[in-house]
């Protein structure tokens, strides 16, 4: 099998859930069989939200292009980050090694094409939105994002999860802002934030639901067994 370097700490636990769930995808019978992961767990990484968002913040890019140098001196044969804002810098990711980047944007898109969705309720930091993390790749696969009304709430549930914040009491609100979108008419639900893949079980199980955290792990596995 071949290794796979996680740019983490975006935040910490959902690297943890990208790690849990590359775990479960293996049918393992010893430790052998399972995708050797190699994770940079760096919670240091400038905010995202702060240089995107607030506009006040450090630039993340240098950062992630040495860890991304780091995973390749360490042996990662591929690069994957989990972290859906931070995608904003991929192109700078990928340039800063000669490894091949498993772009969790581009993945989402194409199953989300191969599923028949056609309106996207974004369940995502509104960086995503205001920098256009997605807009490419969702023009090429035809698929319209439909973005929260109240953006301010969204945040905030991704600020009290990255705050250790109780989960089943934020579950009722998130569950509110995915039913809402289904009444504006998406037909589909992303989770495009990988705080909110911690939160899955809170959205309405009678909206078709893709999570992106899923595309990449789908991903970190083919490559690596194949």
């Not at 140098?69 to 995608?87: I, K, V």
Request: charged share 20%; with cysteine.
């Amino acid at each position: 099998m071949k290794p796979v370097g996680i740019l983490g700490g975006m935040g910490p636990e959902a690297t943890i859930l990208l790690m849990q769930k590359v775990l479960s995808a293996i049918p393992a019978q010893d430790d052998a069989d399972h995708v050797p992961l190699i994770v940079h767990q760096n919670p240091q990484v400038p905010s995202r939200i702060k240089a995107l968002i607030d506009g006040d913040g450090q630039d993340p890019m240098p950062v992630l292009m040495s860890m991304a140098q780091d995973l390749e001196r360490a042996g990662a044969q591929a690069l994957a980050m989990p972290c859906n804002t931070a995608h904003h810098y991929a192109v700078a990711v990928a340039n800063a090694t000669s490894l091949p980047f498993l772009d969790m944007i581009e993945l989402t898109a194409r199953h989300l094409a191969d599923t028949g969705a056609g309106t996207v309720g974004m369940l995502a930091s509104p960086a995503t939105r205001k920098v256009g993390v997605f807009d490419t790749k969702f023009d090429a696969h035809d698929l319209k994002p439909l973005w929260a009304d109240n953006e301010d709430e969204l945040l905030g549930i991704i600020r009290a999860v990255k705050a250790r914040s109780d989960l089943n009491t934020l579950a009722p609100r998130l569950g509110r802002i995915a039913a809402d979108m289904a009444e504006k008419g998406a037909d589909h639900l992303l989770i495009a934030c990988t705080e909110l893949s911690l939160m899955s079980d809170s959205l309405p199980a009678a909206i078709p639901c893709t999570d992106s955290l899923d595309c990449l792990v789908k991903a970190i596995v083919d490559f690596s067994t194949k």
